[in-house]
Every structure is written in C-alpha cells, then in structure tokens.
C-alpha cells in the first residue's frame, strides 16, 4: 500500500485505538533521515497520513488525504 511502503527503517510502531478506527504511529529512520509518521484510519479505509522530520517537524513535513470516491471532469 503507497500509505507505508515509503516508510523504512522503523524504530517503533504503536497502534492506538480510536473511537471511529486506529492511528498508527511510526518513528523510524536515524539522524538526518529520522521520520515521524502518523496513519489514520477509520473503519476498513486509510483516511489519512501524515510524516513530519524528526529533527525539524514544524518545517519538514508532508500530509496525504485519501479519499474513496471518482474524480468529477
């Protein structure tokens, strides 16, 4: 799936429950690399994510919005 495949050399991963689904939360990479991910999902679908530069994460970060539906021409 496109919403993890990017996130390599996890540090730790927790999930926590939420009260329409889960977040999952990933640390990983080392030094100028390390990462902080967030995934949020609700129900059966992946809502959202989010990954944010460890050493700089008000500057350095990216937010994907996933949506379940067609593109309007």
């Given at each position: 799936m496109s919403c993890y495949t990017d996130l390599s050399?996890?540090?730790?991963?927790?999930?926590?429950?939420?009260?329409?689904?889960?977040?999952?939360?990933?640390?990983?990479?080392?030094?100028?690399?390390?990462?902080?991910?967030?995934?949020?999902?609700?129900?059966?679908?992946?809502?959202?994510?989010?990954?944010?530069?460890?050493?700089?994460?008000?500057?350095?970060?990216?937010?994907?919005?996933?949506?379940?539906?067609?593109?309007?021409?």
């Open positions: 050399n996890v540090n730790s991963m927790i999930i926590v429950p939420t009260k329409t689904g889960l977040v999952v939360k990933i640390d990983g990479g080392d030094a100028s690399t390390a990462y902080n991910g967030q995934i949020v999902v609700k129900g059966k679908d992946i809502v959202s994510r989010a990954v944010r530069d460890a050493e700089i994460p008000d500057e350095n970060w990216e937010k994907t919005t996933y949506h379940d539906g067609t593109f309007d021409d």
